[in-house]
Nanobody, 120 residues
């Protein structure tokens, strides 16, 4: 059974930092493409950042220069370092794992989410 467990959320003042972690189990980690999404109250879930199995990264424009995604395959963990946090970053942050298969399909897995609250 695949599990993604996020941690590291919390309450922080604007301008502060947090580091989110997402530990995967029940699956071989290195081939996974990993990502972070977030959902603010009353809004749809949105993409934040992703890192491929090869280490390439991508970010939504609103977090570029402030957030950094990284992975440690030896620990089956992906991280999201969030600096210069803004109140608009307040959301539940979800970890996502994608396993691409040779046939062209994919399997998606999600964590339970961790709350990040940024006070002004």
């Amino acid at each position: 059974q695949v599990q993604l467990v996020e941690s590291g959320g919390g309450l922080v003042q604007a301008g502060g930092s947090l580091r989110l972690s997402c530990a995967a189990s029940g699956i071989i980690f290195s081939p996974l493409h990993m990502g972070w999404y977030r959902q603010a109250p009353g809004k749809q879930r949105e993409y934040v950042a992703a890192i491929t199995s090869g280490g390439s990264t991508n970010y939504v424009d609103s977090v570029k220069g402030r957030f950094t995604i990284s992975r440690d395959n030896t620990k089956s963990t992906v991280y999201l370092q969030m600096n210069s946090l803004k109140p608009e970053d307040t959301a539940v942050y979800y970890c996502n794992a994608v396993l691409a298969v040779v046939s062209g399909g994919r399997y998606d897995y999600w964590g339970q989410g961790t709350q990040v609250t940024v006070s002004s």
